[in-house]
């Protein structure tokens, strides 16, 4: 099969052949051509190569965002993590309560947690994406903030994505049940730096081109985006062993 170099070869050595075959460019277009209609993979070989080169920058300028974000990722103050600050390993999760792939990626981060203990640090990122249809993927986000204040993130947090349907009740509900002080709970959440704490991760998300949906996970300066847990398996323990 002539490659796309021979191909050129070819036209470069008609174009310096001399006055005896001095072609024109509407020649040389033409031989152009009827080289490709005879050979119509070469297309197809040229359109495979781009898009790897082009798959290859877009990764490139994904894992260059992580990296520029490294600080709001890991170090907000404001957001809760589990873990000790000093840990080997730590893990960013972006999440709406409502999200099911987010639900179905829940017992990895719990046995994560439970199985690698003071080896990772798991940090939290509320990011109600879905509340404009759901209309309970902010309030969520604020209810698991506003527990925070009590020391009980990780109960409400837990209780939240276990939950199947989430209601405004349901929400108050879960609160009361993991035991909140509900009028520090209630004041907690008409506390405008809650709203902005969640404003803040959305404008992080969008820093972040390979952030497309929930859940999105980022491990070093690699991400997952979904709930891959293999993925987050295999990532997890490269960086641990790492």
Known sequence: MTSIATAGLMIS??????????LNKTEI????????????????????????KEMAA???????SIVAARDALEN?????????KDAKVTIVEFFDYNCGF????????????????????????????????????????KAALAAARQGKYSA???????????????????????????????ADLADPSIEQH?????????RLPALTGTPFFVIGDEYVSGADTRRLEQLLEDALNG
């Open 29 to 52: 277009e033409e031989i152009v051509r009827s080289y490709l209609l005879e050979n119509p993979e070469i297309i197809r070989e040229a359109i495979e190569a781009l898009q790897v």
């Open 102 to 141: 987010c639900k179905r990626a829940t017992p990895w981060v719990k046995e994560a947690i439970e199985e690698h203990g003071d080896d990772i640090r798991v940090v939290f990122k509320e990011l109600p994406i879905l509340d404009n249809r759901t209309k309970t993927s902010r309030p969520a986000a």
């Open 13 to 22: 050595g008609c174009a310096e052949a001399g006055p005896t075959t001095d």
């Open 156 to 186: 409400m947090h837990f209780a939240l994505m276990e939950s199947k349907s989430l209601t405004a009740d349901s929400i108050r509900d879960l609160a009361e049940e993991v035991g909140l002080d509900m009028r520090k709970f209630d």
């Open 198 to 206: 969640i404003e803040d991760t959305l404008i992080l998300a969008n």
């Open 76 to 84: 907000d103050p404001r957001d809760v993590s589990i873990g000790p």
């Open 58 to 64: 877009e990764e490139e300028l994904n894992r260059a």
